[in-house]
């Protein structure tokens, strides 16, 4: 059974682009979580999609957006690209509301220059 | 909202030593969680925990789920290098999404 698939696996971007990331979550999964984590440092939440609706959303700027298709991949877009913006973007997927926990891709590296 | 409260931040130990981690909470958690995130990887669900005072091994890992339903520990026991990481626990009550702690780096000295 294959994992959670993030791509691209590195992007470099300028400030003010914008970058796209996109995941794939495990199959049969329908919860998708997008999370930056900075320098190695904690988990920061970012976006909830379940059933293709935002669920919840983590204490970003509205500039930090995405969505869940109908076959519930999903995609983070982050607009007007700043500095501090990089990080590893880790997506995870989970069946319901999940109590058995999150299965992690590999993330995404984001650095922006 | 819920917080979780995982100390140490960072451990330096010997090969071979013993490791004890822990999360504690102000909220009440259906389920706690424990994950390790190897450099440059998502972090990887090691032991997950259903009932208060549950008690559960994985190899050389055990962790424990807290009576009082705020707390869980992890221990690890002989560490060996490939322990090195950062080990977060998550907590979940009711439907809402997990929430993480900030996590704690460990490093094994060979």
């Known amino acids: 059974e294959a994992g959670v698939t993030q791509s691209p696996t590195h992007l470099i971007k300028t400030r003010g682009q914008q970058a796209t990331l996109r995941c794939s979550p495990i199959s049969g999964h329908t919860s998708v979580y997008w999370y930056q984590q900075a320098l190695g440092l904690g988990l920061q939440f970012l976006l909830w999609?379940?059933?293709?609706?935002e669920r919840n959303r983590g204490n970003f700027p509205p500039r930090f957006s995405g969505r869940q298709f109908p076959n519930y991949s999903s995609e983070l877009n982050v607009n007007a690209l700043e500095l501090e913006d990089s990080a590893l973007y880790l997506c995870?997927?989970?069946w319901g509301g999940g109590s058995y926990g999150y299965t992690f891709g590999s993330g995404t590296r984001l650095t922006v220059v | 909202g819920q917080q979780l409260n995982q100390s140490p931040q960072s451990m330096f130990i010997q090969e071979g030593e013993d490791v004890s981690m822990n999360c504690t909470s102000s909220s009440i958690f259906n389920t706690w969680l424990w994950y390790k995130q190897d450099p440059g990887e998502g972090p990887v669900l090691l032991i997950a925990?259903?009932?208060?005072?549950e008690l559960t091994s994985n190899g050389r890992l055990t962790a424990q789920f807290g009576i009082t339903r705020k707390d869980s520990f992890l221990n690890i026991s002989a560490s060996i290098p490939s322990d090195v990481g950062i080990y977060f626990c998550a907590g979940q009550g009711g439907s809402e999404k997990l929430v993480f702690g900030k996590g704690t780096k460990l490093t094994v000295n060979p």
């Open positions: 995870a997927s989970s």
């Open positions: 925990l259903y009932k208060a005072g």
């Open positions: 999609y379940d059933e293709g609706e």
